[in-house]
């Protein structure tokens, strides 16, 4: 019976951690892979990682980037149609956005929201890995 429950409690926090983890995971294949440069266009295959309470949520979408500098960014819903972020978008120094690396700095709305475009287009490959052989065992 303990073992059960430990078994159903782990199955629930492994399910919350991977639930919240969406930011981690994609700034990790990003720190370790590395970016292209984000050109000036609209992005139609990015993702918004939004961060509340400590944990992230993330949703697909597109942004505008002119001058390298995120200037819109619009959420996409579950029948494919997009809406434009009205709130107006700032970084902590009530800039427009930057890019490093493929993800965007903080971005803050009015609406106290706080989230981060991930430019998942951007992302570098992996990197090609040697093939492992096995050796017979009659040598």
Do not use: W
């Not at 629930?12 to 590395?34: I, P």
């Not at 961060?51 to 996409?76: H, P, T, W």
């Not at 700032?90 to 427009?96: A, D, E, R």
């Not at 609406?111 to 570098?124: C, N, S």
């Amino acid at each position: 019976m303990k073992k059960s429950l430990l078994l159903i409690c782990l199955i629930f926090m492994t399910a919350g951690a991977n639930a919240q983890d969406c930011f981690v995971r994609l700034q990790k294949a990003f720190d370790s892979r590395g970016a292209y440069s984000v050109s000036d266009d609209m992005h139609r295959n990015v993702i918004l990682s939004f961060f509340e309470d400590g944990s992230s949520y993330c949703i697909s979408g597109k942004a505008r980037v002119e001058n390298g500098l995120i200037v819109s960014v619009f959420m996409q819903y579950d029948d494919n149609t997009y809406k434009l972020m009205e709130k107006k978008i700032y970084n902590s120094k009530k800039q427009p956005p930057t890019i490093v690396n493929g993800i965007s700095e903080m971005i803050y709305n009015t609406d106290g929201e706080k989230f981060k475009v991930v430019f998942i287009d951007a992302l570098k490959p992996k990197k090609k890995s040697f093939k492992q052989v096995t050796l017979p065992d009659d040598l």
